[in-house]
Each structure stands twice: as C-alpha cells, then as structure tokens.
Nanobody, 126 residues
Framework: QLQLVESGGGLVQPGGSLRLSCAAS????????IGWFRQAPGKEREGVLC????????NYADSAKGRFTISRDNLKNTFYLQMSSLKPEDTAAYYC???????????????????WGQGIQVTVSS
C-alpha cells in the first residue's frame, strides 16, 4: 500500500518561495500519476497541479499557473511542489496525492486520487 508523507511546509513571507516534498513508501511511484491539492479554512479542497505517470503531461489550476511547478524523482521515490511568488491566499494545508488507476500514463486530472498524504501547513504572511 502506497504511503505518502509531506515535508517542507511552514511560514513564508508574501512574494517568497517554498518547496514541498512528498516521500513515498510501500510502492514505487513509477506507475502513478501524482499531484498536489490544498484546502484553506472554510474553502473547498482544490486540485493545484499534477504530472502524469510518464512525466510528459502536467495540469495546472489557474491559481498555480506561472508560479507553481511539480517535478518527480522516481529514483528517490519522491516528488516536489515548487512554489514562488507566494500570496496570502496560498495559505492552506497542502496534500500530496497519487493514483495508479484513474489516469492513463500520458495524462492526469485534478479530481480523483486514491492515495493521500496527511497534509502539511503552508502559511503566507508578513
């Protein structure tokens, strides 16, 4: 059973950058589409971005375009969310996700994922 653990969250000033990591165990990420979701207090959970199993396709929410990137290192069984130009409205709990069933190898979506990390807080504030 795949398990995911996020790290790298914390407090950052507006305009700053932060990189979240998601370490996988129990299975390799080679056969999984992966991504990141977030949920702010009082708001619905939002799919932020994802990358396909073969790494050739990425899908971004409008809120993430131009500021967030996702990358994967299958050798380390880890993937990352690099965030820049952070805004107070990016404050949320961030969750890494993975799915091996829903998407083909060449694409990913921002809806359903089978596996979720426990979440990590990112706070953007001065």
């Amino acid at each position: 059973q795949l398990q995911l653990v996020e790290s790298g969250g914390g407090l950052v000033q507006p305009g700053g950058s932060l990189r979240l990591s998601c370490a996988a165990s129990g299975s390799t990420l080679d056969d999984y589409a992966i991504g990141w979701f977030r949920q702010a207090p009082g708001k619905e959970r939002e799919g932020v971005l994802c990358i396909s199993t073969n790494g050739g396709f990425t899908n971004y929410a409008d809120s993430a375009k131009g500021r967030f990137t996702i990358s994967r290192d299958n050798l380390k069984n880890t993937f990352y969310l690099q965030m820049s130009s952070l805004k107070p409205e990016d404050t949320a709990a961030y969750y890494c996700v993975a799915d091996a069933r829903t998407y083909g190898r060449g694409w990913c979506g921002l809806r359903h994922y089978d596996h979720w990390g426990q979440g990590i807080q990112v706070t953007v504030s001065s």
